[in-house]
Nanobody, 115 residues
Framework: QVQLVESGGGLVQPGGSLRLSCAAS????????MGWYRQAPGRERELVAT???????NYQDSVKGRFTISRDNAKNTLYLQMNSLKAEDTAVYYC?????????WGQGTQVTVSS
């Protein structure tokens, strides 16, 4: 029922930038806590960043100063601006929405950081 569609992934060189988008539909977006998670090969899915309905933000330590999470409630869209990318950022990135304690996930978008 809830749809979360990620876009913007791809191949980028170390030190480069990428902007991910998550278009949400069939959800009260402005009332949802949104987040980005990632999963690298052989690793567990981990939190990258979250942004609550009121705008409070949390980042994983490894991305602080490099990544910026934001949301546009008028467009029902979540963003992740990724700068100074490193090889260890390579992963499938997932959009997450949480409302009333229920989580929804997008299909994921591949980000590969390589020379």
């Amino acid at each position: 029922q809830v749809q979360l569609v990620e876009s913007g992934g791809g191949l980028v060189q170390p030190g480069g930038s990428l902007r991910l988008s998550c278009a949400a539909s069939r959800i009260r977006f402005s009332r949802s806590t949104m987040g980005w998670y990632r999963q690298a090969p052989g690793r567990e899915r981990e939190l990258v960043a979250t942004i609550a309905r009121g705008g409070s933000i949390n980042y994983q330590d490894s991305v602080k100063g490099r990544f910026t999470i934001s949301r546009d409630n008028a467009k029902n869209t979540l963003y992740l601006q990724m700068n100074s990318l490193k090889a260890e950022d390579t992963a499938v990135y997932y959009c997450n929405a949480n409302i009333i304690g229920v989580s929804y996930w997008g299909q994921g978008t591949q980000v590969t950081v390589s020379s």
